[in-house]
């Protein structure tokens, strides 16, 4: 008899042990340090691949370089940085734009316009591009061009609130992608 009992006082301990372990592995915090890692705006713009995944249409390679946009008004970032925030940018162009901004002008140039921008403080509060069915396609020189409306929502440093269109006309190239050949500011919302 007292081995019996011997054996049902082990068994209830065993299942009392086991039960606390189950109820241990179940309840504890199971997140890893990269689940508290949060990736930012500018590591995402970085971090796309355009030469493996090119946005697909003329309006999504607007929304990419507005992305980019965002990221050189409003992110903080060291010179490396900047300098692959222009190096994407400049993956969205034509070649005929990049040839009339040679890299290093077109470096000085964004930076100066950063810096008036940041001195009048300005902040991007919503950038929309126009919807898909009012993106207009033309055939320019035998080429296939596309025109998209790009609006801008900014507050400046006095709480006024400003908003501008900039009309971004795209050619596609030989590999078939979209490219950025030129854009404007235009004074109202065209449509």
């Not at 990736?39 to 970085?46: A, F, M, N, S």
């Not at 440093?157 to 030129?182: H, M, P, V």
Request: hydrophobic content about 35%.
């Amino acid at each position: 008899m007292k081995a019996n009992l011997k054996r049902i006082v082990i068994a209830v301990i065993m299942a009392a042990l086991i039960g606390r372990y189950y109820y241990y592995l179940t309840s504890r915090d199971t997140r890893t340090a990269e689940d508290d890692v949060e990736v930012t705006q500018l590591q995402k713009v970085l971090s796309k691949q355009l030469d493996v995944a090119y946005p697909p249409t003329p309006r999504e390679v607007v929304k990419f370089y507005n992305r980019i946009i965002e990221c050189a008004y409003g992110s903080e970032y060291n010179q490396d940085q900047f300098g692959q925030l222009m190096a994407q940018a400049r993956m969205l162009m034509d070649e005929e734009l990049l040839q009339n901004n040679p890299q290093e002008d077109y470096k000085n140039r964004f930076q100066e316009e950063v810096a008036l921008y940041k001195e009048h403080k300005r902040t991007i509060l919503n950038t929309t591009i126009c919807d898909s069915d009012e993106v207009t396609f033309d055939e320019i020189k035998g080429r296939k061009c596309a025109f998209v409306l790009a609006t801008y929502f900014m507050k400046d440093g006095s709480d006024d609130f400003l908003r501008t269109y900039q009309k971004y006309l795209l050619r596609q190239d030989d590999s078939g992608n979209w490219k950025i050949l030129a854009y404007h500011t235009t004074d109202v919302e065209e449509g």
